[in-house]
């Protein structure tokens, strides 16, 4: 095995009986010869799959799982410019320049996305939103204040607005909170499966069931060898294996830590909150929220550092009364009825940013790593750095996702 292998979800998630989730991948693979060879087709390895395959590349994808069921069938996939670290605390961390670097990639990142989607004609339910990031237990007024000013010097679509304000516009009753335009809700599994489907339609072949247990330079770039005996010749390979990282990189950067969600039985759409915004918090614990297409609420959080799977999986039914009783105390005029309840893994950086560079001493090997909680966001950095790289050229911001702050 090259990869670790860990239990990435569990529960019910939402997301799985989805219409559009699925892709008719092969289960037989003796030999395959191909430029690109990229492991995992998750969200990450789909939109880096497409996008070559979109460069003139000729790809295959393989995963140890059926295609779309990793911790992508796990998001409560929440499309927002803005990370989890601040831009205050990032500043502190990778400098002022680089912070806003990263924030302003991670804006175009999800205008790319959308045009990316849009191009390829993929029906995942896209829906533009607006974000409001409430104060809370780890950011009080003021600091949100900071952070506000600090956004707009980066130019960031983010303005503060005040206690009056918010319960004015939103019916939410917290001292401050940051509007930001740029952010959207969408179905993870059925962007990932369309995203595989239309490259499938360029040409790119994916084959399921099938682990990659060994990578080995050649002359002619890398050989794969998967468990059942079948092998891939290819000039590069892209890792997009998710949390199951891959051996021998520097894993000790992250944290893996368990988030739990939950959706409701859908509600009638006027009964919603005004503009259906994505709703998080500045808290810790924290709370998050968005709508659905079918007028569900997802609320997801309370992540704790508890990994052993099983323990995460019976936390299940206390951790969702928890989210549960959080969202009514936040929008208490809502009757809210629990439908779909899950947990899964994810990992955490230091500073909040992924790994996604070509591996030290690998040649021809690259990998995107620790993509957090703003994964999707990352998914589609990644495969626009992957999609750079193939090509022989250099993204302006790779320094920025090479080791994931020092
Ligand atoms: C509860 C939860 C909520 C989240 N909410 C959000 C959110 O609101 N917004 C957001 O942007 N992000 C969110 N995320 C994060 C985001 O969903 C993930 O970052 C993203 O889905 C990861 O996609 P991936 O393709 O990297 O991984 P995966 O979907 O796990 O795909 C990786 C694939 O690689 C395969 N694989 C691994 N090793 C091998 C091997 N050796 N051989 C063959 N195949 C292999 C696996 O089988 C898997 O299918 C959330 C995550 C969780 C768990």
Redesign the pocket.
């Known amino acids: 095995?090259?990869?670790n292998?860990k239990d990435?979800?569990g529960g019910n998630?939402l997301w799985i009986k989805s219409p559009h989730s699925t892709v008719r991948a092969r289960t037989t693979l003796s030999q395959e010869q191909c430029d690109v060879v990229v492991?995992?087709?998750?969200?990450?390895?789909?939109?880096t799959a497409l996008m070559l395959t979109e460069k003139g590349f000729d790809v295959v994808v393989?995963?140890?799982?059926?295609?779309?069921?990793?911790?992508?069938?796990?998001?409560?996939?929440?499309?927002?410019f803005e990370l989890d670290t601040p831009i205050t605390e990032l500043s502190e961390k990778i400098g002022a320049k680089n912070a806003r670097r990263a924030y302003q990639r991670s804006l175009r990142a999800v205008d790319d996305l959308k045009d990316f989607i849009t191009r390829h004609k993929i029906k995942a339910e896209w829906r533009d939103r607006d974000a409001l990031y409430l104060a809370g237990n780890e950011m009080g007024f003021r600091a949100l204040q900071t952070e506000a000013k600090e956004r707009q010097k980066a130019k960031l679509p983010s303005t503060y607005i005040d206690r009056e304000l918010l319960l004015k516009t939103y019916g939410i009753d917290r001292t401050g909170a940051i509007v930001s335009q740029g952010a959207a809700e969408l179905n993870?599994t059925q962007l990932?499966a369309g995203a595989l489907r239309a490259a499938q339609r360029a040409g790119c072949r994916i084959y399921q069931d099938?682990?990659?247990?060994k990578v080995e330079s050649d002359k002619a770039g890398v050989c794969l060898t998967?468990?059942h005996g079948g092998t891939i010749h290819a000039k590069r390979v892209v890792?997009?294996?998710?949390?199951?990282t891959?051996k021998g990189l520097p894993t000790g950067k992250f944290d893996i830590t368990?988030?739990?969600?939950i959706a409701t039985n859908p509600i009638a759409p006027q009964k919603l909150w005004p503009t259906r915004c994505?709703i998080w918090e500045a808290s810790d614990p924290y709370l998050?929220m968005?709508t659905t297409a079918d007028n569900r609420i997802?609320i997801?959080g309370e992540d704790s550092g508890l990994t052993d799977p099983d323990r995460r999986d019976a936390a299940i039914p206390a951790k969702s009364e928890k989210l549960l009783r959080a969202a009514k105390a936040l929008l208490p005029n809502l009757e809210l009825e629990v439908a779909y309840a899950?947990?899964?893994?994810?990992?955490v950086s230091p500073t909040g940013l992924?790994i996604i560079t070509e591996l030290d001493g690998r040649k021809n090997q690259f990998a995107?790593l620790g993509?957090?909680?703003?994964?999707?966001?990352?998914?589609m950095i990644?495969a626009q750095l992957a999609s750079s790289w193939a090509q022989g050229k250099r993204d302006p911001d790779m320094d920025l996702f090479k080791d994931a702050g020092k």
Do not use: H
């Open positions: 095995m090259i990869t292998q990435l979800r998630p492991v995992g087709a998750g969200v990450s390895g789909a939109l393989v995963d140890r799982r059926k295609p779309t069921t990793g911790s992508t069938a796990a998001s409560t996939a929440m499309i927002q993870p990932t099938y682990e990659v247990t998967t468990s890792f997009a294996t998710g949390y199951e891959v368990s988030s739990w969600a994505l998050y968005r997802l997801g899950w947990a899964g893994a994810f990992a992924p995107i993509c957090g909680g703003n994964g999707i966001t990352f998914s990644a």
